[in-house]
C-alpha cells in the first residue's frame, strides 16, 4: 500500500491509499464544515445543504445524479457532522473516472427552488424520526447545556423552526463561505490510478475559485449541571454524560481512547461487568470524541427508570474509583489487543481506509498507516493512562436524563 | 472482478454437523458462526424468550473458563465477538485475526458442549432478557416490522426471539438444562469459517473438538395460522410509523431472483421507485424502503414508511399503490441498475471474511448448498425483462397486512389493495 498526494493549484487537496489489490475504488469528498460553523439563524444549513448536493447540477437533475449512482452499481451516501461534511461513494474500479466526474459535479449544486421546497420536508420528516428514537433529543440537548455559546453546541440538524426558515439564498450565502476547494479533500482508497485520478479531478473541479474560509475554533468551556427532559411515553430511562476531553491535535487522545475502552467499552470492560453482566442496564458505554481544538468523552446508559437513579450513582462511583483502584496491566493489555484487532479487521474494507484517510485531513494530522496507528497504542503506559485519568475527570460532568421520570438528580 | 475459482470446501462430521469455509488468502483476517439448531421457534409457548436466555446463559461460564475468564480470553485472541437468536438457530460468531482462529473455536467448543448453565447467574441473565424487551418498546419502526412479521407468518416463524416478560419470568434453571440438552446438539449443526484459513489443518482441527460429540435434538413445534388483516398501535409519537407486508417467494425457490428484482426496482439505490416516488418527488417522508424476507418455507415482502401525522395517509397510499403498480412492469434500465448494484455487491463482500461467513451460512441453510460468486453473478445477468413482467403478472403484489403505529388508525384505501380475512 502507498499513499500519494496531490494539491491543484487552487488548494484542493488530493489524498490517495493505493492498493493495487483492492477488489474497489473507495473516494469522497471531505469538506471541513458542519454545525459549529454556522450561525445560530442558519441552523440545520450545513446538514441541508448535504441533502441539497444530490439534487442536482447545472449539467444534472437530481433524477440524473441518482440514476447515475446507480448505474455505477455505487454505494454511496454522505454524512454530516459538527465539523465535517462528507460525500462518498465505492465502486468497481471500472468506474473510477465516472464517480470522480460525478461527485465534483454535485460539489457545485444548483439549490433549484422546487428542490428545496420539496427537499425541505423531507428534513422535518428527518427530524420528526429522531425525536420518535431514544434518546428523544437528549444528545442535542447536552451538546447545548455541555458547550453554552460554544458553536459546537449547535445542533446538526436544527430544528424545525431554523430549517423552515432557510431559503436558497441564505445557503448559497453559506456555500459561498464554506466550500472553497482549500477546505476540502479528495480521499481515495483502493485499486486507485493515480495518474488519471488527478487529471480527472484538475479537469472537472480546477475551476473552482478559493478563497479563505476560516473557523471559530476558539477554546470551549465545558458546563457541568444536571438536566432531565421529560418524556412520559418512553419506557426506558436514558442517561448521557458529557466530560471534557483531549482534541483532535491533542497526543492525550490515544491514551485516552485506551482508558475509555478498559472503563466503558460495551465488552469486557468495567461498565460491562457493572451493568451489562448483570442486567442492571440495557447499554451502558463510554468514549471519546475528538474535535478542533476541543474533545469530550461521553457516556451512555439506558436502563428501566426505577433502576436509574442507583445507576448514576453507580456511575459516579466507577468514575472515583478510576483514580482509586486505577487501570491494571491486564487490563491495558486486553484493551490493546481489542484496539489492534480492530484495527485489522476494519482495514480489510477499502471504504473503511478512506474514512481513515479523510478523517486523518480533516483533524490536520500527518498521515498515518493503520500498523503505525497500531503501534502508537501498543506503546501507551499506565502512567501515561492514569495521567489523562486525573487530567479529565469523569466526575465533572453534564448530565442528561431523558425518559417517563423527572425526579432523578446527580449522584450524591 | 472475483478471485477465480473461488475456494469454498464443505466437510460433514459422522454426527451430522457440517463445516464450510471459504478459503480468503488475500485477508489477515478470519471469521466463524456457529448456527446451532436452538432457534426459538422451539420455545414453549409459555415460555416465549427461552432460546435467548440459554443463549446468555452457555456464555456464562464454559468448560475452564467461568464467566469473567471467557471474554477475557476472547479479548486477548482479539475476537469481535457477537451472539443471537433467530427463529431457527442461535448463533454465535466472531472475526479475529486470522492466526487467533482455532483458539478461538476451542473457546466456542465449550460453549457450545460444556457450558455450565450456573444458577447463581440466572437471575442476572433473565435481567439481560428483560432489558431487552423493554427497549424494544422503545424502537418504534421496529415494534411495527416485528408485529408485521408475526402476522404474516403466524408461530413460530414469525416470533422475535426476545419473547415476552411472563416468558422470560417464567423461565427456570430446570427450564435451560432441559432446551440446552434437548437443542445443542450437533446434528443439523453449521459451523462456518472464512478468511485466511488453511483447509486441511482447519478441518483436522474441528474434527478433534467435535468428532466425538454424539445427539440428535428432538423439536416438538407448534405452529399457528398467520393473522391476517390491519392492527393499529395507539402511540403519541411524532412520526406515524407504517408496514405493509405481502406473500412472495423463498431463498429457495427457481422464482426467488426475479422476485428479489422486483423488489430491487421498488427499493434498492437512490433511483429506486421508493425512494424516488416518494422522497425525492414528494417529500413525504425520510425513511421509506422495502425489502424481501424469507424464512425456511416462507417469505414476504416488507414495506415501510415513516412520516407525520398529516401526511400518513397519503404516504401510505402511495406506497401501496407503489407496490400494485409493479404488476404493469419494469423497464430495461431499472433492471439493469438492479444487476449492476448486486453485482458490485458480491464482488465487495470479497472484502470481508464476516460477510462471506454469513453468505455461505445462508446458503446452506436455505438450499443445502453454497452458490458460488460467479454462479450468483450468472443468475444474476440470466435475468431478463420479459421473465420479471411475466412473473410479476402472475404474482402481482396483492392481500396486504397492515400495521400502523402512531396517534390514529389508517385506512387501506387501494382497491387492487384488500387484505384477506
Given at each position: 500500500m502507498q499513499l500519494r498526494k496531490h494539491r491543484l493549484d487552487n488548494g484542493l487537496e488530493i489524498l490517495a491509499e493505493i492498493n493495487p489489490s483492492a477488489h474497489a475504488v473507495a473516494c469522497g469528498f471531505f469538506v471541513r464544515t458542519g454545525a459549529r460553523d454556522e450561525t445560530p439563524d442558519m441552523g440545520g444549513v450545513s446538514h441541508f445543504l448535504e441533502h441539497m448536493v444530490f439534487k442536482g447540477t447545472r449539467n444534472r437533475s437530481a433524477e440524473q445524479v441518482n440514476r447515475e449512482l446507480d448505474e455505477m452499481g455505487s454505494h454511496s451516501n454522505a454524512r454530516t457532522g459538527e465539523e465535517s461534511t462528507i460525500y462518498h461513494a465505492a465502486v468497481l474500479p471500472d468506474f473510477q473516472t465516472p464517480v470522480v466526474e460525478l461527485l465534483a459535479d454535485i460539489l457545485r449544486p444548483a439549490l433549484r427552488i422546487d428542490d428545496f421546497e420539496t427537499e425541505k420536508q423531507v428534513i422535518i420528516e428527518e427530524i420528526r424520526m429522531y425525536d420518535d428514537q431514544p434518546p428523544y433529543g437528549g444528545y442535542e440537548r447536552i451538546m447545548a447545556e455541555f458547550f453554552g455559546d460554544h458553536p459546537?453546541?449547535?445542533?446538526?440538524?436544527?430544528?424545525?423552526?431554523?430549517?423552515?426558515?432557510?431559503?436558497?439564498?441564505?445557503?448559497?450565502?453559506?456555500?459561498?463561505?464554506?466550500?472553497?476547494?482549500?477546505?476540502?479533500?479528495?480521499?481515495?482508497?483502493?485499486?486507485?490510478?493515480?495518474?488519471?485520478?488527478?487529471?480527472?479531478?484538475?479537469?472537472?473541479?480546477?475551476?473552482?475559485?478559493?478563497?479563505?474560509?476560516?473557523?471559530?475554533n476558539r477554546?470551549?468551556?465545558?458546563?457541568?449541571?444536571?438536566?432531565?427532559?421529560?418524556?412520559?411515553?418512553?419506557?426506558?430511562?436514558?442517561?448521557?454524560?458529557?466530560?471534557?476531553?483531549?482534541?483532535?491535535?491533542?497526543?492525550?487522545?490515544?491514551?485516552?481512547?485506551?482508558?475509555?475502552?478498559?472503563?466503558?467499552?460495551?465488552?469486557?470492560?468495567?461498565?460491562?461487568?457493572?451493568?451489562?453482566?448483570?442486567?442492571?442496564?440495557?447499554?451502558?458505554?463510554?468514549?471519546?470524541?475528538e474535535y478542533d481544538n476541543a474533545g469530550l468523552v461521553m457516556t451512555f446508559l439506558c436502563c428501566a427508570p426505577e433502576q436509574a437513579q442507583e445507576n448514576i450513582n453507580r456511575i459516579?462511583?466507577?468514575?472515583?474509583?478510576?483514580?482509586?483502584?486505577?487501570?491494571?496491566?491486564?487490563?491495558?493489555?486486553?484493551?490493546?489487543?481489542?484496539?489492534?484487532?480492530?484495527?485489522?479487521?476494519?482495514s480489510e474494507r477499502t471504504e473503511s481506509r478512506m474514512f481513515s484517510v479523510g478523517s486523518q485531513w480533516l483533524r490536520g494530522h500527518e498521515f498515518k498507516t493503520p500498523r503505525e496507528i497500531s503501534d502508537i497504542y501498543q506503546a501507551v503506559t499506565l502512567q501515561e493512562i492514569q495521567d489523562v485519568a486525573a487530567k479529565y475527570p469523569l466526575t465533572r460532568n453534564m448530565t442528561v436524563s431523558v425518559g417517563p421520570l423527572d425526579t432523578l438528580q446527580s449522584a450524591k | 472482478?472475483?478471485?477465480?475459482?473461488?475456494?469454498?470446501?464443505?466437510?460433514?462430521?459422522?454426527?451430522?454437523?457440517?463445516?464450510?469455509?471459504?478459503?480468503?488468502?488475500?485477508?489477515?483476517?478470519?471469521?466463524?458462526?456457529?448456527?446451532?439448531?436452538?432457534?426459538?421457534?422451539?420455545?414453549?409457548?409459555?415460555?416465549?424468550?427461552?432460546?435467548?436466555?440459554?443463549?446468555?446463559?452457555?456464555?456464562?461460564?464454559?468448560?475452564?473458563?467461568d464467566s469473567r475468564e471467557f471474554i477475557e480470553r476472547l479479548e486477548s485472541l482479539g475476537v469481535d465477538y457477537g451472539s443471537s437468536t433467530s427463529v431457527f438457530h442461535t448463533h454465535f460468531n466472531g472475526a479475529m485475526p486470522a492466526e487467533r482462529i482455532y483458539e478461538a473455536l476451542a473457546v466456542y467448543r465449550d460453549v457450545i458442549r460444556n457450558p455450565w448453565l450456573p444458577g447463581d447467574q440466572i437471575e442476572d441473565a433473565r435481567q439481560v432478557g428483560i432489558q431487552e424487551i423493554r427497549s424494544l418498546d422503545d424502537d418504534l419502526s421496529q415494534r411495527v416490522l416485528l408485529q408485521l412479521r408475526l402476522r404474516q407468518y403466524g408461530q413460530p416463524s414469525g416470533r422475535w426471539s426476545h419473547g415476552t416478560f411472563e416468558g422470560v419470568n417464567a423461565v427456570d434453571s430446570n427450564d435451560i438444562g432441559t432446551f440446552f440438552e434437548r437443542h445443542y446438539q450437533p446434528d443439523g449443526l453449521i459451523l462456518t469459517i472464512a478468511g485466511n484459513i488453511d483447509w486441511p489443518i482447519?478441518?483436522?482441527?474441528?474434527?478433534?473438538?467435535?468428532?466425538?460429540?454424539?445427539?440428535?435434538?428432538?423439536?416438538?413445534?407448534?405452529?399457528?395460522?398467520?393473522?391476517?388483516?390491519?392492527?393499529?398501535?395507539?402511540?403519541?409519537?411524532?412520526q406515524v410509523h407504517i408496514g405493509i407486508a405481502c406473500p412472495t417467494r423463498t431463498y429457495n425457490d427457481p422464482d426467488y431472483f426475479l422476485a428479489r428484482a422486483a423488489t430491487g426496482v421498488l427499493s434498492d439505490g437512490m433511483s429506486s421507485r421508493l425512494f424516488s416516488e416518494l422522497r425525492e418527488k414528494r417529500g413525504l417522508c425520510y425513511s421509506v424502503f422495502a425489502s424481501l424476507h424469507s424464512v425456511l418455507t416462507q417469505a414476504c415482502v416488507v414495506a415501510y414508511v415513516g412520516t407525520g401525522t398529516d401526511r400518513a395517509q397519503q404516504s401510505l397510499d402511495a406506497l401501496v399503490e407503489q407496490l400494485v403498480k409493479l404488476r404493469e412492469g419494469v423497464s430495461e434500465s431499472e433492471l439493469g441498475r438492479f444487476k449492476i448494484q448486486i453485482r458490485s455487491s458480491l464482488v465487495m463482500q470479497q472484502e470481508s471474511s464476516r460477510s462471506r461467513a454469513g453468505s455461505i451460512a445462508g446458503d446452506w441453510m436455505h438450499l443445502g448448498r453454497v452458490r458460488t460468486l460467479n454462479e450468483l453473478t450468472d443468475v444474476i445477468n440470466g435475468l431478463t425483462v420479459e421473465c420479471v413482467n411475466k412473473f410479476l403478472d402472475e404474482n402481482p403484489y396483492e392481500k396486504f397486512n397492515l400495521v400502523t403505529l402512531g396517534p390514529e388508525p389508517l385506512e387501506m384505501n387501494h382497491a387492487a389493495s384488500q387484505t384477506s380475512t
Amino acid at each position: 500500500m502507498q499513499l500519494r498526494k496531490h494539491r491543484l493549484d487552487n488548494g484542493l487537496e488530493i489524498l490517495a491509499e493505493i492498493n493495487p489489490s483492492a477488489h474497489a475504488v473507495a473516494c469522497g469528498f471531505f469538506v471541513r464544515t458542519g454545525a459549529r460553523d454556522e450561525t445560530p439563524d442558519m441552523g440545520g444549513v450545513s446538514h441541508f445543504l448535504e441533502h441539497m448536493v444530490f439534487k442536482g447540477t447545472r449539467n444534472r437533475s437530481a433524477e440524473q445524479v441518482n440514476r447515475e449512482l446507480d448505474e455505477m452499481g455505487s454505494h454511496s451516501n454522505a454524512r454530516t457532522g459538527e465539523e465535517s461534511t462528507i460525500y462518498h461513494a465505492a465502486v468497481l474500479p471500472d468506474f473510477q473516472t465516472p464517480v470522480v466526474e460525478l461527485l465534483a459535479d454535485i460539489l457545485r449544486p444548483a439549490l433549484r427552488i422546487d428542490d428545496f421546497e420539496t427537499e425541505k420536508q423531507v428534513i422535518i420528516e428527518e427530524i420528526r424520526m429522531y425525536d420518535d428514537q431514544p434518546p428523544y433529543g437528549g444528545y442535542e440537548r447536552i451538546m447545548a447545556e455541555f458547550f453554552g455559546d460554544h458553536p459546537l453546541g449547535q445542533s446538526v440538524l436544527g430544528t424545525v423552526q431554523t430549517v423552515s426558515d432557510l431559503t436558497p439564498e441564505k445557503m448559497h450565502r453559506y456555500f459561498d463561505q464554506r466550500y472553497s476547494p482549500a477546505n476540502i479533500a479528495f480521499s481515495v482508497a483502493g485499486n486507485v490510478d493515480f495518474e488519471r485520478l488527478v487529471d480527472d479531478l484538475d479537469r472537472c473541479c480546477g475551476d473552482w475559485k478559493p478563497f479563505k474560509a476560516s473557523r471559530d475554533n476558539r477554546q470551549a468551556s465545558p458546563r457541568s449541571g444536571f438536566v432531565s427532559l421529560h418524556r412520559p411515553e418512553s419506557t426506558q430511562q436514558y442517561i448521557l454524560q458529557l466530560a471534557d476531553g483531549p482534541a483532535a491535535n491533542d497526543p492525550d487522545r490515544y491514551a485516552a481512547r485506551i482508558l475509555a475502552t478498559i472503563f466503558g467499552d460495551d465488552s469486557g470492560s468495567r461498565f460491562y461487568w457493572e451493568f451489562l453482566d448483570s442486567g442492571l442496564a440495557e447499554s451502558a458505554a463510554v468514549g471519546n470524541q475528538e474535535y478542533d481544538n476541543a474533545g469530550l468523552v461521553m457516556t451512555f446508559l439506558c436502563c428501566a427508570p426505577e433502576q436509574a437513579q442507583e445507576n448514576i450513582n453507580r456511575i459516579a462511583s466507577l468514575q472515583a474509583a478510576l483514580l482509586t483502584a486505577p487501570a491494571t496491566e491486564r487490563e491495558l493489555e486486553l484493551a490493546k489487543s481489542k484496539i489492534t484487532s480492530h484495527i485489522i479487521l476494519s482495514s480489510e474494507r477499502t471504504e473503511s481506509r478512506m474514512f481513515s484517510v479523510g478523517s486523518q485531513w480533516l483533524r490536520g494530522h500527518e498521515f498515518k498507516t493503520p500498523r503505525e496507528i497500531s503501534d502508537i497504542y501498543q506503546a501507551v503506559t499506565l502512567q501515561e493512562i492514569q495521567d489523562v485519568a486525573a487530567k479529565y475527570p469523569l466526575t465533572r460532568n453534564m448530565t442528561v436524563s431523558v425518559g417517563p421520570l423527572d425526579t432523578l438528580q446527580s449522584a450524591k | 472482478m472475483i478471485k477465480a475459482p473461488q475456494q469454498i470446501h464443505i466437510h460433514k462430521l459422522q454426527n451430522g454437523m457440517t463445516v464450510l469455509g471459504e478459503v480468503m488468502p488475500w485477508l489477515e483476517s478470519a471469521a466463524f458462526s456457529f448456527s446451532v439448531p436452538a432457534g426459538c421457534q422451539y420455545d414453549p409457548s409459555e415460555r416465549l424468550g427461552l432460546a435467548s436466555f440459554v443463549c446468555e446463559m452457555v456464555q456464562r461460564g464454559a468448560g475452564s473458563l467461568d464467566s469473567r475468564e471467557f471474554i477475557e480470553r476472547l479479548e486477548s485472541l482479539g475476537v469481535d465477538y457477537g451472539s443471537s437468536t433467530s427463529v431457527f438457530h442461535t448463533h454465535f460468531n466472531g472475526a479475529m485475526p486470522a492466526e487467533r482462529i482455532y483458539e478461538a473455536l476451542a473457546v466456542y467448543r465449550d460453549v457450545i458442549r460444556n457450558p455450565w448453565l450456573p444458577g447463581d447467574q440466572i437471575e442476572d441473565a433473565r435481567q439481560v432478557g428483560i432489558q431487552e424487551i423493554r427497549s424494544l418498546d422503545d424502537d418504534l419502526s421496529q415494534r411495527v416490522l416485528l408485529q408485521l412479521r408475526l402476522r404474516q407468518y403466524g408461530q413460530p416463524s414469525g416470533r422475535w426471539s426476545h419473547g415476552t416478560f411472563e416468558g422470560v419470568n417464567a423461565v427456570d434453571s430446570n427450564d435451560i438444562g432441559t432446551f440446552f440438552e434437548r437443542h445443542y446438539q450437533p446434528d443439523g449443526l453449521i459451523l462456518t469459517i472464512a478468511g485466511n484459513i488453511d483447509w486441511p489443518i482447519l478441518v483436522k482441527s474441528v474434527e478433534t473438538m467435535f468428532g466425538d460429540w454424539t445427539g440428535k435434538a428432538t423439536n416438538p413445534i407448534v405452529e399457528t395460522a398467520p393473522i391476517r388483516g390491519s392492527l393499529h398501535i395507539p402511540f403519541e409519537s411524532q412520526q406515524v410509523h407504517i408496514g405493509i407486508a405481502c406473500p412472495t417467494r423463498t431463498y429457495n425457490d427457481p422464482d426467488y431472483f426475479l422476485a428479489r428484482a422486483a423488489t430491487g426496482v421498488l427499493s434498492d439505490g437512490m433511483s429506486s421507485r421508493l425512494f424516488s416516488e416518494l422522497r425525492e418527488k414528494r417529500g413525504l417522508c425520510y425513511s421509506v424502503f422495502a425489502s424481501l424476507h424469507s424464512v425456511l418455507t416462507q417469505a414476504c415482502v416488507v414495506a415501510y414508511v415513516g412520516t407525520g401525522t398529516d401526511r400518513a395517509q397519503q404516504s401510505l397510499d402511495a406506497l401501496v399503490e407503489q407496490l400494485v403498480k409493479l404488476r404493469e412492469g419494469v423497464s430495461e434500465s431499472e433492471l439493469g441498475r438492479f444487476k449492476i448494484q448486486i453485482r458490485s455487491s458480491l464482488v465487495m463482500q470479497q472484502e470481508s471474511s464476516r460477510s462471506r461467513a454469513g453468505s455461505i451460512a445462508g446458503d446452506w441453510m436455505h438450499l443445502g448448498r453454497v452458490r458460488t460468486l460467479n454462479e450468483l453473478t450468472d443468475v444474476i445477468n440470466g435475468l431478463t425483462v420479459e421473465c420479471v413482467n411475466k412473473f410479476l403478472d402472475e404474482n402481482p403484489y396483492e392481500k396486504f397486512n397492515l400495521v400502523t403505529l402512531g396517534p390514529e388508525p389508517l385506512e387501506m384505501n387501494h382497491a387492487a389493495s384488500q387484505t384477506s380475512t
